[in-house]
């Protein structure tokens, strides 16, 4: 099985800043890689695909990439609406791993 | 505009079943294969069980093959898990997903979820 190590788990940041969360697969997945936001009481919502690949109606501020084994998302200017747990998931092959999340919280 | 409505949770006793069900709504069901996620109280995403768009295949992880089956019925466009034998640690918010096409094996639509609670 694939596993997808996440890091930080947790992130604190103030409105307008940018952050970097990180995701390691234990394998090459070829960039077959997604990241998903969850606001808490909701479901999750894909943001990116690919890598790389904006999700429709997701805003710029958010971007994917990274290659191999390496995956990374970056939030430029950080809005109220962002802040909330993020997880990373191996679209390659099943079973199908999650990243364990990194919550990100206002400072 | 596309739609997943999860039904069926509830509380449950060790080693009893549960079936949860998906209503689908407002895209071609049967192009589309579907998954179940669960999420444990405080805890992380987990992919639970996977079906092919027509049904001819599913895939499972581990910890529930044997014990859970996903199913489909395209003419209702519903989407099914049955769950047996469950355990405590099968306690969780359990969403139904929508695959997005192609080989890629990502998840762009979600259901609001639903609670299943395994306890005596």
């Known amino acids: 099985d694939i596993q997808m190590t996440q890091s930080p788990a947790s992130l604190s940041a103030s409105l307008g800043e940018t952050v970097t969360i990180e995701c390691l697969a234990s394998?090459?997945?070829?960039?077959?890689l997604a990241w998903y936001q969850q606001k808490p009481g909701k479901s999750p919502q894909l943001l990116i695909y690919d890598a790389s690949s904006l999700h429709t109606g997701v805003p710029s501020r958010f971007s994917g990439s990274g290659s191999g084994t390496q995956y990374s998302l970056k939030i430029n200017s950080l809005q109220p609406e962002d802040f909330a747990s993020y997880y990373c998931?191996?679209?390659?092959?099943?079973?199908?791993?999650f990243g364990s999340g990194t919550k990100l919280e206002i400072k | 505009e596309v739609q997943l409505v999860e039904s069926g949770g509830g509380l449950v006793q060790p080693g009893r079943s549960m079936k949860l069900s998906c209503a689908a709504s407002g895209f071609t069901f049967n192009n589309y294969d579907m998954a179940w996620v669960c999420q444990a109280p405080k805890k992380g995403l987990e992919w639970v069980a996977t079906?092919?768009?027509?049904?001819?295949?599913?895939y499972y992880r581990d910890s529930v093959k044997g014990r859970f089956t996903i199913s489909r019925d395209n003419a209702k466009s519903t989407l099914y898990l049955q769950m047996d034998s469950l355990r405590s640690e099968d306690t969780a918010t359990y969403y139904c997903?929508?695959?997005?096409?192609?080989?890629?094996?990502?998840?762009?639509?979600w259901g609001q979820g639903v609670m299943v609670t395994v306890s005596s």
């Open positions: 997903a929508r695959h997005t096409m192609g080989i890629t094996h990502y998840f762009d639509y």
């Open positions: 079906i092919s768009y027509d049904g001819s295949s599913t």
């Open positions: 998931q191996n679209g390659l092959s099943a079973p199908l791993t």
């Open positions: 394998e090459d997945i070829y960039d077959i």
